[in-house]
């Protein structure tokens, strides 16, 4: 069966620095990877999605994510941790079942220290 | 960018009332969902719909919650006879063919 698992539930780094989410996944097939965010009250706003190709895949907010077959990841990074970035972080795979149903991870929470 | 729009942003009922969630998903889209958030806990698939009828749905989705699509813009999500564990955020998401998913900003309900 398919499922997202992200091993950080939270995460405090300081303004300024680099930030790495990580996303493990389970799927039979060359998998639709996802990165959404949801800032405290807000919906989940799509950050970036990877289908195929370039395995690196750029998205909004400066975010930058990796797909990596060999180790069934599929992670979130950012070279310059802005305080606004402070939100919840999931990652989501598409299902098997053909009618896109989505299957999220259990989130990461980001704290930014100023 | 297009938006899901839903309302109430926020519901309180009784345990036992009827809701009904409502979404506006966006115009040319032909696919729609429900996923469910309770608090500190992942987003849950609950249900999906296209050509006016259910496609997929999950075990959470039981004789209790029903969809529909009423007109050519809304699509409802209704908790016949709510619980306490009903208690989540509601998310409704729509799309075209073969394109991901445009969530909207969910629709907190509280049963007490």
């Known amino acids: 069966a398919q499922s997202v698992t992200q091993p950080d539930i939270h995460i405090t780094v300081s303004e300024g620095a680099s930030l790495e989410l990580r996303c493990n996944y389970s799927y039979g097939a060359t998998p639709y990877l996802f990165w959404y965010v949801q800032s405290p009250g807000q919906g989940l706003q799509l950050l970036l999605k990877?289908?195929?190709?370039?395995?690196l895949v750029q998205g909004i907010k400066g975010f930058e994510a990796e797909f990596k077959r060999s180790q069934s990841s599929f992670n979130l990074r950012k070279p310059s941790v802005h305080w606004s970035d402070a939100a919840e972080y999931f990652c989501?795979?598409?299902?098997?079942?053909?009618?896109?149903?989505?299957?999220f991870g259990t989130g990461t929470r980001l704290k930014v220290l100023a | 960018e297009p938006e899901v729009t839903q309302t109430p942003s926020h519901q309180v009922t009784q345990m036992g009332q009827e809701v009904i969630l409502r979404c506006v998903p966006i115009?040319?889209?032909?696919?729609f969902y429900w996923y469910r958030q309770i608090l500190g806990q992942k987003v849950e698939f609950l249900v999906s719909?296209?050509?006016?009828?259910?496609?997929?749905k999950s075990e959470i989705f039981d004789d209790q919650f029903s969809v529909e699509r009423p007109d050519g813009s809304n699509f409802t999500l209704k908790i016949r006879s709510t619980k306490l564990e009903d208690s989540a955020m509601y998310f409704c998401?729509?799309?075209?063919?073969?394109?991901?998913?445009?969530f909207g900003s969910g629709t907190q309900l509280s049963v007490l």
């Open positions: 998401a729509s799309r075209r063919v073969n394109e991901k998913l445009f």
């Open positions: 989501a795979v598409v299902g098997e079942s053909g009618t896109y149903k989505y299957i």
């Open positions: 719909f296209y050509n006016n009828e259910i496609s997929e």
């Open positions: 990877y289908f195929s190709g370039d395995t």
């Open positions: 115009s040319n889209h032909l696919y």
